[in-house]
């Protein structure tokens, strides 16, 4: 049984490098050889398949451990091909310590070039002006911290400007209707 479990687990540690780490050398042929030379191809082969969908349904979802638990009792209350409660132990310990270097892999891998690392602003008065009615008029101070994700050094790029009342409240209202479209489609 212990060995079950910890067998289980080389097999899930094996796919994640494989599947989302990008260690690609790692083949179901290693890891058969590796982990588990006893045990018939189909066998293998199924439990691979098995253990594949159950991990992408915990990384497509991002699970939380509640919904993790959630979804491995049903996983075990299936008719056919239901997982056994060492699995799914296993697939606890495996997804409280992968779940967050998984989510950063998928992130890392979808990022083409720069993001929006930090964004630090604030309200000042304008004390000089060419104009006398421009004076005590106030002005937000925005600073853009953009970096690029795939970069190993961390080099951000700071881009700082200034917009009026008008200009702000435009970039505001513009923010409200992005976050309205994200919102309608998440609800779809």
């Not at 497509?60 to 638990?69: P, V």
């Not at 070039?113 to 602003?121: F, N, R």
């Amino acid at each position: 049984m212990a060995d079950d479990a910890k067998n289980a687990l080389a097999l899930l540690n094996g796919l994640a490098r494989r599947d989302y780490y990008g260690h690609k050398d790692i083949t179901n042929e290693f890891l058969k050889q590796e982990i588990f030379p006893d045990m018939q191809d189909d066998e293998f082969n199924n439990l691979v398949l098995k253990f594949n969908q159950i991990m992408k349904s915990l990384v497509s979802a991002d699970m939380d451990m509640t919904q993790l638990e959630a979804f491995l009792t049903a996983q075990m209350r299936k008719k056919e091909g239901a997982l056994s409660e060492i699995y799914a132990n296993v697939f606890r310990k495996f997804w409280k310590t992968h779940r967050t270097k998984i989510h950063e892999s998928i992130i890392a891998q979808t990022t083409w070039g720069d993001t929006l690392q930090k964004v630090a602003w604030r309200i000042d008065l304008k004390s000089q002006a060419r104009h006398v009615d421009e004076i005590n008029t106030p002005v937000a101070i925005m600073e853009l911290h953009v970096g690029n994700s795939q970069q190993k050094e961390k080099a951000e790029d700071v881009l700082r400007f200034e917009m009026d009342e008008n200009r702000l409240a435009s970039v505001l209202s513009s923010m409200r209707e992005i976050e309205e479209q994200i919102n309608n489609y998440i609800q779809k």
